[in-house]
């Protein structure tokens, strides 16, 4: 049988279950026998799961493995496969384009007909980039319009939150569109002044900062939960707890009518390049024969996966899994965009059984094995340069604290949930040896029990028992 990376990743685990080679121990220079994975996980006293793969990167060997088969939730280190999806389906010069679409001709400086904000999936799309569309828009001669203005975000299926397992109120979790602005985030910041609070909605970018008119906020006189929603005669409300609330303060909420806000928005950008518009109607279909008339293009894939990676943003890898779904002439809705996603992976390993539900890894039902996950960085990652899309990891000392320097690379994706901590990627050794690796620790029934109580002192042990175990393979394998 002719000896290929696959063949090597697909069927050589037992080769590293059960290996003991010299390597460092802390407070040794060298030890005549190393702390193997196993008394790591041990003395990282997790519970729960925990299962890891370290591989060559070139012959794709498996050097090491522990419940490699284990199929555990990933949490964002999802995001690793949903790069890997977008890039190979969609390409790496792949733009997003937001548009301006007329029904009728412009003329004595009007457009004759209706005007359309039709959404592309640009999850980058922000209040300076409309403010672009809104001076495009009166550049091409139109300062009014005799019809009605609409909004279109069926790019992408509508849902309301990307899980239903998150607090109703953080930012990282807003609804999904095919018209996205902001991150569909909003900014809130109150003040308390001599008669009370002042609440305040705006969309603020770099540059411009409109009001949000289709959000609003209104007290209450209880300590929790500190917010509350609702929707009602088509705009959103908050309720806010005044015993949650400081002196001042600010944070960016979730917005969950996306469409509107960005048309709410829109209004207020055109109305200040001297184009005043009717209020936004939301628009089912777009109609046939509309004219663009504008358009506003995302930068190229590459550049908006490298920072989804760093800054871990959950509604790109939505937004950018999704469009590849929809490009694959696939089901998108939530949930279905994930198994074709899953579907997609075990066809390009030849075999498999992740299941994913989402593409950022948010909820805690998406599973995926270390092995898997391994193999899927070590044969496809290089195709698409997934490395320089990763960010550099750093190691941490035995109290969770970051090292300021180590003697060895490592660029992976991190990913968090309560009592959920998973790192996968690079690491080049100090003999310049590649290795590919994925590392998951979780405590469903932990999480499932207390919630977030005791999870940020698991999620150190955790990043611990990484560092350790990356620090093993670099003595080992290096």
């Known amino acids: 049988m002719k000896l290929t990376r696959r063949s090597i990743l697909g069927g050589a685990l037992g080769l590293g279950a059960g290996l003991a080679v010299p390597g460092l121990v802390r407070g040794e220079?060298?030890?005549?026998?190393?702390?193997?994975?196993?008394?790591?996980?041990?003395?990282?006293?997790?519970?729960?799961?925990?299962?890891?793969?370290?591989?060559?990167?070139?012959?794709?060997?498996v050097l090491e493995a522990h419940n490699a088969n284990t199929a555990m939730a990933p949490a964002s280190t999802?995001?690793?496969?949903?790069?890997?999806?977008?890039?190979?389906?969609?390409?790496?010069?792949?733009?997003?384009?937001?548009?301006?679409?007329?029904?009728?001709?412009?003329?004595?400086?009007?457009?004759?007909?209706?005007?359309?904000?039709?959404?592309?999936?640009?999850?980058?799309?922000d209040t300076d980039g409309l403010a672009d569309l809104a001076a495009a828009l009166v550049r091409a001669g139109v300062q009014g319009i005799t019809g009605k203005f609409y909004t279109w975000g069926g790019a992408l299926p509508y849902a309301a939150e990307i899980s239903d397992d998150q607090p109703v109120h953080v930012g990282y979790n807003p609804a999904i569109s095919g018209l996205i602005l902001n991150y569909n985030r909003v900014h809130f910041e109150w003040r308390r002044g001599s008669g009370g609070y002042s609440l305040a909605f705006d969309a603020r970018a770099a540059t411009h900062r409109p009001k949000a008119y289709t959000i609003d906020a209104s007290l209450a006189p209880r300590k929790s939960p500190a917010f509350r929603y609702s929707q009602s005669g088509g705009k959103e409300h908050w309720s806010v707890a005044t015993g949650a609330l400081n002196s001042r303060g600010s944070l960016w909420l979730p917005v969950r009518q996306p469409d509107a806000y960005a048309g709410d928005v829109f209004q207020t950008l055109a109305r200040a390049q001297g184009c005043p518009l009717p209020s936004p109607e939301p628009l089912r279909r777009l109609p046939n024969g509309a004219q663009v008339l504008a358009a506003h293009q995302s930068a190229e894939l590459p550049r908006i996966l490298r920072d989804m990676m760093r800054y871990s943003t959950n509604i790109t890898a939505e937004a950018v899994g999704m469009t590849a779904t929809v490009a694959r002439g696939a089901n998108a809705a939530r949930g279905a965009s994930g198994a074709a996603m899953s579907q997609w992976l075990s066809q390009r390993l030849g075999g498999g059984r992740s299941r994913f539900v989402d593409h950022s890894g948010l909820g805690a039902s998406d599973r995926i094995s270390?092995?898997?996950?391994?193999?899927?960085?070590?044969?496809?990652?290089?195709?698409?340069?997934?490395?320089?899309?990763?960010?550099?990891?750093?190691?941490?000392?035995?109290?969770?604290?970051?090292?300021?320097?180590?003697?060895?690379?490592?660029?992976?994706?991190?990913?968090?949930?309560?009592?959920?901590s998973t790192l996968a990627g690079y690491m080049t050794a100090p003999d310049g040896t590649e290795l590919t690796f994925a590392i998951f620790t979780g405590d469903l029934a932990r999480r499932q029990r207390a919630g977030s109580d005791g999870s940020a002192a698991w999620v150190r042990r955790s990043k611990v028992l990484q560092s350790r175990l990356l620090e093993r393979w670099a003595a080992l394998y290096g």
């Open 29 to 61: 220079a060298l030890a005549l026998r190393p702390l193997s994975g196993k008394e790591l996980i041990a003395a990282a006293q997790l519970g729960g799961d925990v299962a890891y793969v370290v591989a060559d990167a070139r012959s794709g060997l």
């Open 370 to 420: 270390t092995l898997e996950m391994v193999r899927a960085v070590t044969l496809l990652g290089p195709r698409v340069g997934l490395r320089g899309l990763m960010k550099p990891f750093a190691l941490r000392d035995d109290n969770g604290r970051k090292r300021q320097s180590q003697a060895f690379a490592v660029d992976a994706k991190t990913g968090t949930l309560n009592f959920v």
């Open 78 to 125: 999802a995001k690793t496969i949903t790069t890997l999806y977008a890039l190979e389906t969609l390409g790496s010069a792949y733009r997003f384009t937001t548009r301006l679409l007329g029904t009728g001709p412009v003329a004595g400086g009007a457009l004759q007909g209706d005007l359309i904000l039709a959404g592309g999936g640009d999850p980058t799309l």
